[in-house]
């Protein structure tokens, strides 16, 4: 084993490098920054990412089956509005919970019935959910002031403190560690990988794919409205456009993270370490005297290192899979030699091509909807 | 299909086939909604308000175009509203600077095709996904906006040959230069589409680019291409948004990407590539800023806006998806006769 397969082994560790990552970031900061490594700071960082941390945990569902939603900031935002808005009619503090989670539930039901039921293109459907949530909290948001309630439960749903840590931030840990426990330990969460890995395999093997799309959807939607409540209880007041721009930061959050945009890989904790990377970044950025203005920049360059760095990666990985493939079948004396930098030639055709082999969530989906001559299974997916 | 098919079968399959045309279903949406509302609102069918529709529908109706591009070859450029923004404010401080006022115009365009170039160069050459590319580039840009701008909207920068470029003055009645300038972009990318090896390429790259690569088709440069006209008319948007409203706000064109890509998908375009007509972007526009109009016209709040043109996107993918099927099952009625 040389050098190089040595270190794509390392490097190709999942969620190592996020981790890393995060590590050489608190590090900095708390030099650089007297003021980073206090309890207040860490309480502050760990409650304003809350939000982030539980979207980029529903997005990994989606992005796990090769699928996106755009729709969850705005989610997030009107989820936020309706509990406020119950809550300030005089609502039950649990009926205001429950209608910012009935919001997501809904929303990622709407989702889910466009892509799983009339096989719409997931991409165009949560743009479209997103303009409608949005607008609709611009709508509710012309009509009612939003300015909070005075509830001193309501604000304990993010500010209390049990054991000495945020109450938002037990919530958090509890719905993360579900997610978690359900991708990665339950029949349905396979079902998940298998569909994101290939979808025409996993419906020949007989997943329910309709069932399966329609679910992360739907979980990413209830997420996004319980990220809501807790958004409400933090701020307690909504404005238009409030949750502008999560999705962005969730994606982020997920890709750092190193979940695949095209499917079939991730899991939960990796894109929660991405969205505390991005908020450590924030917070620290902002205490060493940088423009916050700076952060939007940072998100998406990261973003950018974040996909070039796991495709560099993948084709590490890739050479090696090729040369244990060589030496597994030295009779194969024909197939070029990959320890010389060359890859098979699929690889390398992938490589050289880019838009081919990482179509991404966008086109897969309405590929098989709108192509007539594909197989019929596909059809019927 | 049957070599037998009579005249009158022809002509059936004539209505058939505009039936199943994609931008058909919307700009029926578009003529019953322009009936309904004739009939409802005396202030709707009157040449004044045919120039309001015709100068609000030119901004998307340029982002379209260009997203029609992109969507031909098989992408997606989600950061056609940010782009807009910093083109705009490229052109602002270049006038700013005391240059004669072409220079600021030029300037606000190339920025917006040099941005475009480089989502393009993300794309091809480090492999990005194009919508994480664009979506990366949607913040970037926005950012350095916002950093540059320090938050505050530029003006000042209205030299009086500005009026009449941005349509604020109206030398020719209601036909302003923007909508002059929005005919020749339109004629422009469909003589481009049509007649040019580009155009060509582009609907092969986005049907098939595997194939397209084995046949030495430059994918790579197509590709870039795209999204250097999709910038390119972002610039042109910014250019003309920024004499319009007379100041470049920092948050210039946020959302514009969402109105983009519908005005593309309701005029035929679709995400999997291969499809997609500058008319189409067209029809695509029109439908948006005639419900825009509708809204306006008939006193709902214009908090609505937004709402409706994510339902008026929903309800032209699933007309698509509907044609589509209709689509699928006439070719394979087809293959049965044809069989028989």
Do not use: C
């Not at chain 1, 679910?215 to 990220?227: E, F, K, P, R």
């Not at chain 1, 899979?321 to 060589?326: D, K, M, N, Y």
């Not at chain 2, 982002?63 to 969507?71: D, K």
């Not at chain 2, 604020?168 to 300038?181: A, D, E, S, Y």
């Amino acid at each position: 084993m040389n050098v190089r397969e040595r270190l794509g082994r390392v490097a190709s560790i999942d969620g190592l490098a996020i981790a890393l990552a995060l590590a050489a970031a608190v590090i900095y900061f708390s030099f650089a920054s007297p003021f980073f490594m206090t309890g207040e700071n860490i309480r502050n960082l760990l409650i304003q990412s809350l939000f982030i941390i539980l979207l980029a945990a529903g997005m990994t569902f989606t992005l796990v089956t090769g699928g996106f939603d755009l729709s969850v900031g705005s989610v997030t935002g009107l989820s936020a509005a309706m509990t406020l808005m119950s809550l300030m009619n005089g609502a039950p503090l649990a009926a205001g919970i429950l209608a910012g989670v009935a919001t997501g539930v809904v929303a990622g039901a709407i989702n889910g019935f466009f892509i799983a039921v009339l096989k719409i293109n997931g991409f165009i459907v949560t743009l479209a959910s997103l303009s409608i949530g949005a607008g609709m909290l611009q709508v509710i948001t012309s009509q009612v002031q939003l300015t909070g309630v005075d509830s001193q439960a309501f604000a304990a749903l993010t500010k209390g403190s049990f054991l000495g840590v945020p109450t938002g931030l037990w919530i958090t840990l509890v719905i993360v560690g579900v997610l978690e426990w359900v991708l990665l330990a339950t029949p349905f969460g396979r079902g998940l990988f298998a569909l994101g890995t290939n979808r025409e395999a996993a419906f020949l093997a007989g997943t329910n794919v309709r069932r399966l799309t329609f679910s992360v959807y739907l979980i990413s939607g209830t997420v996004a409205g319980a990220a809501g409540v807790l958004l409400a209880s933090h701020l307690n007041s909504v404005q238009p456009g409030l949750g502008q721009g999560y999705e962005l930061s969730a994606i982020a959050a997920a890709v750092l993270g190193g979940i695949a945009l095209s499917g079939g890989r991730g899991s939960v904790w990796r894109s929660v370490v991405g969205a505390l990377f991005l908020a450590t970044l924030s917070q620290g950025l902002q205490l060493i005297g940088v423009d916050p203005m700076w952060f939007n920049i940072v998100t998406g360059a990261s973003i950018v290192i974040a996909v070039a760095f796991d495709r560099g990666i993948q084709r590490l990985v890739a050479v090696q899979l090729a040369s244990a493939a060589a030496k597994g079948a030295p009779a194969r004396h024909t197939a070029p030699d990959p320890s010389d930098g060359s890859v098979s030639v699929a690889e390398d055709a992938g490589q050289k091509l880019p838009a081919l082999p990482v179509p991404g969530p966008t086109a897969q989906g309405a590929g098989e909807a709108e192509s007539g001559s594909s197989l019929s299974v596909a059809r019927n997916m | 299909m049957a070599a037998s098919s009579s005249v009158a079968n022809a002509s059936a399959s004539r209505w058939g086939r505009l039936l199943q045309n994609p931008s058909s279903g919307a700009l029926a949406l578009v003529m019953v909604l322009a009936i309904a509302m004739s009939v409802a609102f005396p202030g709707f069918a009157t040449g004044v308000n045919a120039g309001n529709v015709a100068n609000q529908m030119v901004f998307v109706l340029l982002l379209a175009l260009g997203m029609t591009v992109v969507l031909i070859t098989g992408g997606i450029d989600l950061s056609v509203g940010s782009v807009m923004g910093l083109s705009a404010a490229v052109g602002a401080y270049v006038i700013l600077s005391g240059v004669p006022l072409i220079f600021g115009l030029v300037a606000a365009v190339a920025a917006g095709a040099f941005l475009g170039w480089i989502n393009g160069l993300m794309i091809t050459r480090l492999g990005l996904p194009d919508f994480i590319a664009t979506l990366a580039m949607l913040g970037v840009a926005r950012g350095l906006l916002f950093l540059w701008t320090n938050g505050v909207p530029m003006n000042g920068y209205m030299l009086p040959e500005y009026y009449v470029i941005a349509g604020l003055q109206q030398p020719f009645g209601f036909i302003t230069v923007p909508i002059l300038l929005a005919l020749v972009a339109v004629l422009a990318i469909a003589g481009m589409l049509k007649w040019t090896s580009f155009g060509r390429h582009a609907y092969g790259v986005g049907s098939n680019p595997q194939a397209a690569q084995l046949s030495s088709v430059p994918v790579t440069r197509i590709k870039v291409q795209a999204y250097v006209v999709s910038g390119l008319m972002a610039g042109l948007t910014g250019m003309l948004m920024a004499g319009r409203t007379s100041t470049v706000a920092p948050t210039m064109g946020i959302g514009y990407e969402i109105a983009a890509i519908a005005a593309a998908i309701i005029g035929g375009a679709a995400l999997t590539g291969g499809r997609g007509t500058a008319f189409g972007a067209v029809v695509g526009a029109l439908v948006l800023s005639i419900t825009a109009n509708a809204i306006n016209i008939s006193g709902v709040s214009s908090t609505w806006q937004q709402v409706v043109t994510g339902m008026v996107l929903l309800v032209a993918v699933v007309f698509d998806r509907v044609s589509s099927i209709l689509r699928d099952r006439s070719t394979r009625l087809k293959t049965r006769l044809a069989h028989t």
